[in-house]
T-cell receptor, first 116, second 112 residues
Framework: DADVTQTPRNRITKTGKRIMLECSQTKGHDRMYWYRQDPGLGLRLIYY???????NKGEISDGYSVSRQAQAKFSLSLESAIPNQTALYFC???????????????FGDGTRLSIL | GQNIDQPTEMTATEGAIVQINCTYQTSGFNGLFWYQQHAGEAPTFLSYNVLDGLEEKGRFSSFLSRSKGYSYLLLKELQMKDSASYLCAVYHFSGGYNKLIFGAGTRLAVHP
């Protein structure tokens, strides 16, 4: 089984609909992240959470919200989807950093979202 | 602001060596990661540099010069399965947290 699981893997929906993307992890990591990836732009951070009671905006949080329901679960919502939110969305987790050793992020397989 | 530059595309021959460069401008630099991403798949961690110098890991090596804002990923004995995008990502300290900023990636095509 994958350590970081995203559902759904693919979703096609219409403008104005509310959408929730789910992420769950079995790695026991405290830190979880949501990114979107667009061709030519690389991965951009939407929201991140360093523990269950911690939620922080990333560089492109407008139009998105998140919920950290438990250490293992972090969901991303699009309250009213618009076509320019069509992208590949990734959830990631990491352990907390230790001194000078920054921990790598581990990614789920992604959710391909298309908004018509 | 933060900026990361890497070439958009590269091609190489099976069995050869290729070097993928990454330059960055960022405040509060706190380490650099390289990730590999096959088309339509998740990025996977390759290497991490926080101090100047070369880190070697099998066929892959990564180099960092903090004074020059420069890193490279070196892939030796190229195999067809190395055809993928390679993402340079910089950790920078901002607002009390380390944040990871990704470059747009370099798409590498390995030919027979």
């Amino acid at each position: 089984d994958a350590d970081v699981t995203q559902t759904p893997r693919n979703r096609i929906t219409k403008t104005g609909k509310r959408i929730m993307l789910e992420c769950s992890q079995t790695k026991g990591h405290d830190r979880m992240y949501w990114y979107r990836q667009d061709p030519g732009l690389g991965l951009r951070l939407i929201y991140y959470s360093f523990d269950v009671k911690d939620i922080n905006k990333g560089e492109i949080s407008d139009g998105y919200s998140v919920s950290r329901q438990a250490q293992a679960k972090f969901s991303l919502s699009l309250e009213s989807a618009i076509p320019n939110q069509t992208a590949l969305y990734f959830c990631a987790t990491s352990d907390h950093d230790r001194g000078y050793s920054n921990q790598p992020q581990h990614f789920g397989d992604g959710t391909r979202l298309s908004i018509l | 602001g933060q900026n990361i530059d890497q070439p958009t595309e590269m091609t190489a021959t099976e069995g050869a060596i290729v070097q993928i460069n990454c330059t960055y401008q960022t405040s509060g630099f706190n380490g650099l990661f390289w990730y590999q991403q096959h088309a339509g798949e998740a990025p996977t961690f390759l290497s991490y540099n926080v101090l100047d110098g070369l880190e070697e890991k099998g066929r892959f090596s990564s180099f960092l010069s903090r004074s020059k804002g420069y890193s490279y990923l070196l892939l030796k004995e190229l195999q067809m399965k190395d055809s993928a995008s390679y993402l340079c990502a910089v950790y920078h300290f901002s607002g009390g947290y380390n944040k990871l900023i990704f470059g747009a990636g370099t798409r590498l095509a390995v030919h027979p």
